[in-house]
């Protein structure tokens, strides 16, 4: 397995995130000798969310994932979480575009609250 479609899922995720809210800001925080490349955070009025790579797969960690509203039941991860919920993407899954978006529409509204 190649790193490609892991770096291929980012970017479409970060495109995602990206385009759902204008003015979020994206940093890379938590640069580490394990991990030199950091996270990627998205903030609008507060974290939005995080993109980690793993071997297997990436994970978007929703900040407030808790309070936001889910129907299209994409977070799988994390669900015991007080406070966060996450969303694990392995090589070959689909990730409802409109669904994802909106849920970055939500935690910027949650952030707003």
Do not use: H, Q
């Amino acid at each position: 397995m190649s790193n490609d479609w892991r770096a291929a899922r980012v970017s479409e995720v970060r495109s995602l995130i990206m385009a759902a809210e204008p003015g979020i800001i994206e940093e890379v925080k938590w640069r580490k000798p394990s991990n030199p490349d950091g996270v990627p955070t998205f903030s609008l009025d507060g974290l939005v969310c995080t993109v980690e790579t793993y071997k297997d797969k990436i994970k978007v960690t929703f900040a407030k994932g808790a309070s936001l509203p889910d129907p299209a039941t994409l977070f799988n991860a994390s669900l015991d979480a007080g406070t966060r919920r996450a969303i694990d993407v392995k090589e070959g899954d689909s990730l409802d575009a409109d669904a994802f978006t909106g849920l970055i529409s939500a935690a910027v509204a949650v952030n707003r609250e």
